[in-house]
């Protein structure tokens, strides 16, 4: 609670900023009556809305879970933790796409036709200033308070969790902050401005078509329907087959059900994906016969996306994959050095193989692109855009199973704090609490035994928080190009011959994609100094205060704790949201076309960057 409070006194903050610009480029330049502007102004407070209600929901329910899959440790039966841990994760993923769906169809329904575009980029705007609040500053204050109760176990010589450690209460509150409220926050904006970006270019490329246009945007909707759908039946059939299979088994591998469970929702989607096609677009006439599969083989590309990426992040971040055997091994051996090194390895390679799997799937959507139906809506001005519709739509099939995506990431948080309060409750060392559990619920409790449940649950939770990372960078980068091609085919519109300036020859396109790969490494660099800043502080205070005479630190160490964490967080956040924002609007005056090379370079740097910087943790993790 203290730090959601504190990061929504940060977000109204950020919304003035945002809204003073609103007003100037709709009222000063565009000449809006003050109605209108107070209509998109609300729609950007809807979009910072739903990303802090679903991120506050998200860790309500995981603070919840938490103590739940603790206790159901005591059991001796580790499918009672997997069940918990999985279906927080379920209704958090199922909210957050459901209430996105809600406010853009209202957007959509009720709202005067000549304000749906403010209002959408409105919403999209709001959407990923809460995004971005509270994924960089979550992952920022996670990380400060992760190496600050790391580096005192080294140096007290303390084990995992243990209550007289300060940073361990800040380590937990930072897994809800990084692990749950970030990429909650995340998928409801990724899920927003993917949609806003495919709805804004089909509003833009087929604007001499309106009659298809919105036969289009309806089929996105109902496509989006069908992914709650979706998610719902799959995770049923899922926790059917692991009660057949797992249940009342001591031991197997946590990360089979969470693999089931992505398979099988892949499989469901493309299923509904085509018949829902065939349903909604197989009546159109010639030249739009085939249009019906075309779109349906091009959003499967994301879908079936949605669960190759993950096995490809688990042979580099799995507990059992030959990856982070050779990161344990070198660590043995080698000390840091080595490990390190090997972490670096497994990085890159991910992003080598990640990379060449979006690469081959956006060819295939591509070769789909170019079929005759696919051609014929776009006007013959704009063929060129066909592909890039197609890309758009493999963004919103990564999207097909957002709810489970999302399930799969929080079960992370879930298991890895049931581990720390188990600790932290201190419950074996009372001498009565065999008997109070074997009376009160009939269990005769193993405390090692719930031990290794709970480790081998935090294991298959880095896994899936790592897996789940690469599906949402990758849909934020596809997306993204929809929308910078939707700024082409605008300016086309405003100026004409935009494409001929659009060539590589043309000094100021090199020019933006330099730009943007630096922005990359200055983010690199910020977000890294503002968790080394931070987490120096924080080693400072618990070394100070820690008192290694008494059972447990006090209360009031453990919030200064978190309060040292999330003041260098947003400390960290401010810097890095002031240079990007106004380094946006600074190079979008400066020239159009620098703009454009300038935000591709960010997408596709930014793509590498942030796979190689994900599954490197994933693997050291």
């Not at 970006?197 to 078509?209: D, E, G, H, W």
């Not at 580099?316 to 344990?328: A, I, L, P």
């Not at 059972?551 to 453990?558: L, M, P, Q, R, V």
């Not at 704790?561 to 002031?578: D, E, L």
Request: glycine share 10%; charged share 10%; net charge negative.
């Amino acid at each position: 609670k203290t730090y959601l409070f504190q990061q929504g006194k940060f977000l109204i903050a950020l919304w003035i900023l945002i809204a003073i610009c609103i007003v100037y480029y709709f009222g000063a330049l565009q000449g809006k009556a003050a109605s209108d502007i107070i209509i998109i102004l609300f729609c950007s407070i809807l979009g910072i809305l739903g990303s802090y209600s679903v991120a506050w929901f998200g860790i309500r329910i995981n603070t919840v879970a938490n103590s739940r899959a603790a206790f159901s440790s005591l059991s001796g039966n580790p499918m009672n933790i997997v069940n918990i841990c999985l279906r927080s994760g379920m209704s958090v993923g199922l909210l957050l796409v459901s209430i996105e769906l809600f406010f853009m169809i209202i957007i959509l329904a009720y709202i005067p036709k000549e304000l749906v575009g403010p209002c959408f980029i409105g919403f999209a705007i709001g959407e990923s200033l809460g995004a971005s609040a509270l994924r960089i500053c979550g992952g920022i204050f996670t990380k400060i308070a992760d190496i600050g109760s790391d580096l005192m176990k080294i140096v007290f010589h303390l084990p995992e969790d243990d209550p007289k450690n300060p940073g361990v209460i800040a380590d937990c509150t930072g897994d809800n902050a990084g692990d749950s409220v970030g990429p909650t926050a995340d998928g409801f904006e990724t899920y927003g401005v993917t949609g806003v970006a495919l709805v804004t270019f089909l509003a833009l490329a087929l604007a001499s078509n309106p009659e298809m246009g919105g036969k289009l945007i309806v089929w996105i909707f109902a496509m989006r329907i069908f992914m709650i759908i979706t998610s719902l039946i799959s995770y049923f059939v899922n926790d059917m087959i692991s009660k057949a299979v797992f249940s009342g088994k001591k031991e197997f591998n946590f990360e089979h059900p969470l693999t089931n469970l992505v398979w099988i929702t892949s499989i469901v989607a493309i299923a509904i994906t085509f018949a829902a096609s065939y349903y909604l677009l197989g009546d159109l006439t010639d030249p739009y016969t085939n249009l019906w599969w075309a779109l349906a083989v091009i959003i499967s590309c994301g879908t079936i996306a949605g669960a190759v990426i993950p096995e490809f992040t688990k042979v580099f971040t799995s507990t059992s994959s030959r990856h982070c055997e050779e990161t344990v091994n070198a660590s043995k051996q080698g000390g840091a050095s080595l490990n390190i090194l090997s972490g670096f390895v497994a990085g890159n390679f991910s992003a080598f193989w990640e990379g060449l799997t979006i690469m081959i799937l956006m060819f295939i959507a591509y070769f789909v692109s170019k079929n005759p139906s696919v051609m014929a809506l776009m006007p013959p001005e704009f063929t060129f855009a066909a592909p890039v519709f197609a890309f758009g739509l493999v963004a919103f099939g990564f999207l097909g199973m957002g709810p489970v995506t999302i399930a799969v990431d929080s079960f992370g948080p879930v298991s890895d704090n049931a581990q720390s309060i188990y600790e932290l409750s201190l419950i074996e060392s009372r001498p009565d609490t065999k008997d109070v559990v074997k009376k009160e619920y009939g269990i005769a409790p193993d405390f090692e035994l719930a031990k290794h449940y709970l480790e081998s649950g935090d294991g298959a939770g880095n896994t899936f928080k790592a897996t789940a990372k690469p599906v949402l960078i990758g849909t934020a980068v596809v997306g993204a190009t929809t929308m910078v091609f939707g700024i082409i085919i605008l300016l086309e519109h405003l100026f004409g011959n935009v494409i001929a300036k659009l060539s590589l020859v043309q000094p100021e396109i090199i020019l933006g994609l330099i730009m943007g790969g630096c922005v990359i490494y200055w983010f690199t660099g910020a977000s890294t100094q503002a968790v080394t800043t931070g987490a120096y502080q924080a080693v400072v205070y618990i070394k100070k205060n820690i008192n290694l005479d008494k059972a447990e630190a006090s209360i009031e160490d453990s919030k200064k704790v978190v309060q040292i964490c999330t003041q260098y967080a947003q400390k960290g956040m401010i810097n890095i949201f002031i240079v990007i924002f106004f380094m946006c609007l600074a190079l979008a005056f400066f020239n159009p076309y620098f703009f454009i090379g300038y935000l591709i370079g960010i997408a596709f740097f930014g793509l590498f960057q942030a796979i190689f910087m994900a599954n490197a943790g994933g693997c050291w993790d």
